[in-house]
């Protein structure tokens, strides 16, 4: 029975130093875009700042008992999210543009799109907190919610695309 034990708390400090691994990794990212500079003690103040914030975020996480498994699956669409966000922002200061020149107001609209709710289970909630979050990224719309009883994400659109319908999409 203790070899048990010791086999579950390996695999429990090896998930544990994986998660602060992946917790620095973000962090040390949004260290270096936010900071912008190469310079080797920039970059040594930003690892010590992203270690001491993963490992912060990691006893939270492990005090409150959370266990949060990241599906490879939900990550593929990221992989669009660049391109959304440079099209959105070539449509919005387009419309600023029209907006500011011409006195044109844009055509905004509210938007059903089809998005599964799932259940309550922690899984469920994280798939919904990382899809609003990257539906939200781009700057042409914003995700209100997401309709558990009809499966729809209702987003608001500031500027409507020509030739889109208004309503379900």
Excluded: Y
């Excluded at 900071?35 to 930003?46: N, V, W, Y």
């Excluded at 539906?135 to 030739?163: K, T, W, Y």
Aim: glycine fraction near 8%; aromatic fraction near 8%; hydrophobic fraction near 55%.
């Amino acid at each position: 029975m203790r070899r048990v034990f010791q086999r579950s708390g390996r695999a429990d400090a090896a998930r544990r130093a994986g998660a602060w691994l992946a917790w620095w990794v973000l962090l040390m990212s949004f260290w270096v875009m936010l900071d912008d500079s190469t310079a080797t003690d920039e970059l040594l103040a930003g690892a010590g700042a992203a270690a001491l914030g993963a490992f912060l975020a990691e006893l939270v996480a492990h005090q409150a008992g959370l266990a949060f498994r990241m599906r490879a699956r939900w990550l593929v669409p990221a992989l669009r999210l660049p391109a959304q966000v440079a099209r959105d922002m070539v449509i919005v200061f387009a419309a600023l543009w029209r907006r500011l020149a011409h006195g044109e107001q844009p055509a905004s609209a509210f938007r059903e799109l089809p998005a599964r709710h799932g259940g309550d289970s922690p899984e469920d909630v994280a798939r919904r907190v990382l899809l609003v979050g990257a539906r939200s990224l781009a700057p042409n719309s914003f995700v209100l919610g997401i309709d558990a009883d009809r499966d729809v994400m209702i987003v608001h659109q500031l500027v409507v695309s020509e030739g889109e319908p208004v309503g379900k999409r």
